[in-house]
């Protein structure tokens, strides 16, 4: 009876150290509390399609997708670089597109969305005023894609490392 008592004891214990290094894991890691409910790698047994959004002519993969525990959903995006001192744009962008297209999926417009750098994350609000910008980009992506020459729009030599076109363009920073 006391090697019952004993086990039913470290059961308890371990199960109690189980959890709080998974939720330590998942604080470190910078998903907020709540259920996941898309990841883009899906399972293993499925890959997860990418969300899309008809009224946007739009479509990506968010690295997560967290229900919140007051239902609001929350959509992460991971990036393997140090924070910069304020979120690029292009980020910021890439996290109002992904807000727009969990809102187009799930029909549930996100407050905001999480950056997660390898040693910060930022909150973003998904402000009318940031879906006017990515709205604004949308449509600038494409007129551009109409025309024949396109000025380069950064000054980012890796950028153009890793680019497919850093052969053919005239532009490349190469
Ligand atoms: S190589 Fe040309 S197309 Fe590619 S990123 Fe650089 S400027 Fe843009």
Redesign the pocket.
């Known amino acids: 009876m006391p090697q019952l008592i004993i086990l039913a004891v470290l059961c308890i214990v371990f199960a109690a150290v189980a959890l709080w290094v998974s939720q330590r894991m998942r604080a470190d890691s910078g998903v907020p509390d709540g259920d996941v409910v898309y990841d883009d790698a899906g399972s293993w047994y499925e890959v997860s399609k990418p969300l899309f959004s008809k009224r946007l002519m739009l479509t990506g993969k968010p690295d997560y997708v967290v229900r919140a525990e007051n239902g609001s959903l929350i959509p992460v995006e991971f990036k393997s670089s140090k924070a910069p001192i304020q979120p690029y744009d292009g980020h910021v962008l890439q996290l109002a597109a992904y807000c727009a297209l969990v809102e187009s999926h799930f029909g549930k417009r996100p407050s905001h969305g999480i950056i997660r750098y390898e040693n910060k994350s930022f909150n973003i609000d998904y402000t009318p005023h940031l879906e006017d910008e990515l709205l604004a980009v949308l449509e600038e992506m494409r007129f551009d894609l109409e025309e024949e020459d396109v000025a380069?729009n950064h000054e980012a030599w890796q950028?153009?490392k890793g680019?497919g076109?850093?052969e053919v363009?005239g532009?490349?920073?190469l």
């Open positions: 380069r950028r153009c680019c076109f850093k363009c532009d490349s920073l």
